[in-house]
């Protein structure tokens, strides 16, 4: 029976994750691959940390980058996370020293993966990812492997856990934005530090590898359209759920029939009932479309400890069975460059202003938008808190199809000529 | 560049579908599997058919049997159909003679697929068959590559086309059964002799080839408990929204803790909000739990020719990249038997009764429930056309936990005591 020897690095939740599935199910999983799978090295910045699972059996070193040069090891499981400093060099270190690497790592990936890919392809070795993209939900290997024949045309992603958890908690809890980025950090599903969720970076990191693999084209984080989910209030939720949609985080990238690419984060007004919408809490989902099967979409969790972990040992199976995938679903220098996309989709926006409660407020909004030429399928004036406070009205508007520069225009020209001191919500809305 | 040498028996629906795939996207293919595909042969029953597809450019074969012997073909794609005849000689030949077989025949690989294994793995060569269960959805390589490392519990599927179309329009368009099933007909989401698909065989099929994967067990279609959807009366489905759920045939199989595996085709009320719940009209889904990634749900077009024939042009892929997987996740000779649970999960049932509407039936209701300590979550006494044309009336009622010997024995006991022509259907609730 052959044998793979493993190093891993970051003893963290995923760490201990993938420890705890090999001591598991070693048995059925060695018999499955036919491969002994024996761990040479584990590394950490600290090594006496109390763990959920006991790390004593396995040689232990200090210095990850000795893990990573060590000879009895064949693959390094990199689990420290990060975009550049320990992660870089260990993954780097080991493509070099010829051996494979697997990690969840999608900072890594979105901005390095590009030379890294080749690096591992100089070196004729892997670098696999499963785990860093939507935990459990095997997207890579779908996107790389089984609609590889098609065109894929568009991608809807909710990627990022937290995001989708703290919307469906504003929804369903009625609470504000803030109280329920709290409680999603009480019950473990976010960082005390989420900025990095709740900003967009991390939908925007796991984007970007998708569109890479699902377009052919080199992976290309810094051109993707970013936007969080903190100006998020519960009354566009409420006025999004009167109009019959959800408001989600979502990670989309089209190609364009130029080639090119527009890859955008941004909160979203999903039609209620569409397969998308119903994906809540911290789940997440992504939806493909390809010219041969039309709709593809895959559903799961998207973090947490083994689900992960179970992404991670979904790639020691690959190596274990040596499939000769490109990384990418394409060997590298085949990629073609990822050029961002100028040309601008139509898509109907929902808006929310707060206007002064005075004679002409409707004809002056109406008027700017006949000025952009935009329809106005719906106009509903509300009530809010924030109106008494500040003696302003609430209006929300759905307007029909447009593009996203009309609509600023038009916004802006309506501020323009009715002074609030509270700035407008845009959100476009994907039917 | 290596070569793939092609014989295609069968040119009907999905066997044009691969020719049109392997045309529109030859490049990209090429491009990343590194690999040329050539079709050294086809074959089908009628050379000079009307196709949409031109055929006259690959070398015809008259007889199948001598395309799978052919030296110039190194992989036989099987497209009759059928569970015996003429699909299964060619792959039985095919195999002994060497070459690799991709097949979309779930009757065949449900059936056959133990010795087709055995058979393939001492010649050396691969059986795939992506296409078989569930169209385009890579359920099949989801099983037995990223979920491998998991113990799976269960399975539940959408599998059939033609049954959720007929479903999703009895309950959107308020039709019976076989309004339904013509209409089905008419779009061709239904065959002239729907027999297969409606009274749940080919859902079964499916299903055991499903179990396999999922279980490292021998595929056991023989000990599916099948029942299908001639029976739902658009009476039920009302009743059913009515309580909050919908009616979706499905293939489920359960790994109990003794290790036995219970596989049923029926149909089964489902929460309206739950996932499976949304699979609509001609689409499939599969939602699978396991004991580290929970839950997972992988939904889209379960056949037509073009979302089949991604997965078969996958199955190629997969040979390109010379993927080492073993057919069911396992080797042929570590597969367990796949022995029939006898044991008896709870559930609660949805009931419809038609009763004389004379005093004290309700009583001998409760009274023959209470004997079998089920308790009643609803009765209710409803209206329906068959109650003034028979003088009866229906009554529906959703039980709490119990087993299915339980509900039988006492609806048995109703009848028994209230004397009426039309006989009770019963429906097993997955909440």
Not at 129 to 149: D, N, R, Y
Request: proline share 3%; net charge negative; with cysteine.
């Amino acid at each position: 029976m052959k044998e793979i020897k493993i190093g891993i690095v970051g003893l963290g939740s995923v760490g201990q994750g993938v420890l705890q599935i090999l001591n598991e199910n070693l048995n059925s999983i060695e018999d499955k691959t036919e491969t002994k799978f024996r761990i040479t090295g584990v590394c950490a910045q600290n090594k006496n940390r109390k763990r959920d699972i006991e790390i004593s059996t396995y040689p232990w070193f200090d210095n990850p980058l000795e893990l990573s040069l060590n000879p009895d090891i064949d693959v390094i499981i990199e689990l420290v996370g990060g975009e550049e400093g320990i992660a870089l060099q260990v993954v780097e270190a080991a493509l070099k020293n010829k051996k494979h690497v697997i990690t969840a790592n999608k900072a890594l990936i979105a901005k390095h993966g590009n030379q890294l890919v080749n690096l591992a392809e100089e070196n004729n070795v892997k670098i696999l990812f499963e785990a860093a993209v939507a935990g459990a939900i095997p997207i890579i290997k779908t996107l790389k492997e089984s609609t590889a024949s098609n065109n894929i045309s568009a991608i809807y992603g909710i990627l990022n856990g937290t995001c989708n958890y703290i919307l469906t908690s504003m929804e369903r809890d009625g609470v504000s934005f803030s109280n329920a980025l709290k409680s999603a950090q009480d019950l473990g599903f976010a960082e005390s530090d989420p900025t990095f969720d709740i900003e967009g970076y991390d939908t925007a990191h796991k984007l970007a590898i998708l569109s890479s693999v699902a377009y052919s084209k080199e992976i290309n984080f810094k051109d993707v359209d970013i936007q969080g989910i903190t100006k998020i209030e519960l009354d566009d939720i409420i006025a999004a759920k009167d109009y019959g949609f959800k408001i989600k985080l979502l990670g989309v990238s089209k190609k364009q029939n130029n080639g090119e690419v527009i890859q955008v984060v941004r909160p979203t007004l999903l039609p209620m009932d569409s397969n998308l919408a119903m994906v809540d809490m911290e789940k997440n989902a992504i939806f493909i479309r390809g010219n041969f099967f039309s709709e593809l979409m895959l559903a799961g969790p998207g973090a947490g400890r083994l689900p992960t972990a179970s992404s991670v040992i979904s790639d020691l199976f690959d190596l274990a069975n040596e499939t000769k995938y490109p990384t990418l679903g394409i060997s590298s220098n085949k990629l073609e460059k990822n050029i961002k996309s100028k040309s601008i989709n139509s898509n109907r926006f929902y808006l929310r202003l707060f206007l002064p409660d005075v004679s002409g407020t409707m004809a002056s909004i109406t008027n700017a938008m006949a000025r952009y030429n935009i329809s106005i399928d719906d106009i509903t004036q509300r009530i809010s808190k924030k109106m008494k406070e500040n003696n302003l009205v609430p209006i929300t508007i759905i307007s029909s199809l447009t593009d996203v520069n009309s609509i600023n225009k038009a916004v802006e020209e309506i501020n323009k000529n009715n002074y609030s001191p509270l700035s407008p919500n845009i959100i476009i809305i994907e039917d």
